[in-house]
Nanobody, 124 residues
Framework: QVQLVESGGGLVQAGGSLRLSCAVD????????MGWFRQAPGKEREFVAA????????YYADAVRGRFIASRDNAKNTGQLQVNSLKPEDTAVYYC?????????????????WGEGTEGTVSS
């Protein structure tokens, strides 16, 4: 059974940064893409970033491109999302997800393994 566990959320002032991590437990290989999503209160879950299986190809939502950096460490089976220049509208629960495809993907329906989320709150 594959489990994803996020960490690194917290309260930060606008302009600040957080480093979110995702530990992937139960995988014996790196043949999966990893995605990051977020859900703000009262809103639907939205795509944030995705990293392909090797970590070389990344894709970002327009709202975060240039501020967020996604990466992964296949030796440790972990993923990271560095979130910089935070704005109050970035406040959300952040989820990591994985699928058995090697390429990046945007729709959340393409991911079948999810973590429980970590909350990031940005104060103005």
């Amino acid at each position: 059974q594959v489990q994803l566990v996020e960490s690194g959320g917290g309260l930060v002032q606008a302009g600040g940064s957080l480093r979110l991590s995702c530990a992937v437990d139960g995988r014996t290989n790196s043949a999966y893409a990893m995605g990051w999503f977020r859900q703000a209160p009262g809103k639907e879950r939205e795509f944030v970033a995705a990293v392909n299986w090797s970590g070389r190809n990344k894709y970002y939502a327009d709202a975060v491109r240039g501020r967020f950096i996604a990466s992964r460490d296949n030796a440790k089976n972990t993923g990271q999302l560095q979130v910089n220049s935070l704005k109050p509208e970035d406040t959300a629960v952040y989820y990591c997800a994985a699928n058995n495809e090697r390429i990046t993907s945007v729709p959340h329906t393409n991911y079948d393994m999810w973590g429980e989320g970590t909350e990031g709150t940005v104060s103005s």
